[in-house]
């Protein structure tokens, strides 16, 4: 990951088991060096189960 690079991925997990409402928690970009990517979380809701998705980002989305 490079200084100002764009994540390939956001980290979306819902904000509860019972509901399929989800919240952006984090970014992931690919790793430089190989396959895999490095995950960065920034939040994790209330009631956690520990599971999230990486989806891409949407062109308008902003940093």
């Known amino acids: 990951m490079a200084k100002g690079e764009k994540p390939a991925f956001r980290a979306r997990a819902k904000t509860h088991p019972d509901q399929e409402f989800m919240t952006t928690i984090g970014a992931a970009w690919r790793f430089r060096d190989g396959d895999g990517y490095v995950v960065r979380l920034e939040s ?20």
């Open 44 to 63: 994790v809701p209330v009631n956690w189960d520990g599971s999230f998705l990486l989806v891409p980002p949407k062109d308008d989305e902003a940093d």
